[in-house]
């Protein structure tokens, strides 16, 4: 079994920073993709960044050159941190990850999982 832990939300004032972090843990072989998506009240759930494990990303456009996500890919755990936030930043940010292989009795499986949820707020 997977499990992703989040962590590193919280209050901040607007124009402060956050470090975000999640970690993936079982008999995990590799994952392919992983990401943070965010869904604010009454909106959809939109993809912020995300990261390949070959290293390449990509950042949604509203956050371009505020955020920046990073891999540890021996320790399966993705980061996000973000400065400049602004009150529109406010919402739940799920970890994601996607294309993860793990050995099974009956095999190798590959499924995506997504974390708990950590709330940022921004105040402004």
């Known amino acids: 079994q997977v499990q992703l832990v989040g962590s590193g939300g919280g209050l901040v004032q607007a124009g402060g920073s956050l470090r975000l972090s999640c970690a993936a843990s079982?008999?995990?072989?590799?994952?392919?993709?992983m990401g943070w998506y965010r869904q604010a009240p009454e909106k959809q759930r939109e993809l912020v960044a995300a990261?390949?494990?070959?290293?390449?990303?990509n950042y949604a456009d509203s956050v371009k050159g505020r955020f920046t996500i990073s891999r540890d890919n021996a320790k399966n755990t993705v980061y996000l941190q973000m400065n400049s936030l602004k009150p529109e930043d406010t919402a739940v940010y799920y970890c994601?990850?996607?294309?993860?292989?793990?050995?099974?009795?009956?095999?190798?499986?590959?499924?995506?999982?997504w974390g708990q949820g950590t709330q940022v707020t921004v105040s402004s």
């Open positions: 994601n990850a996607e294309g993860v292989a793990t050995t099974q009795a009956v095999g190798t499986i590959i499924h995506d999982y």
């Open positions: 079982g008999n995990i072989l590799s994952i392919n993709r």
């Open positions: 990261t390949a494990s070959g290293g390449s990303t």
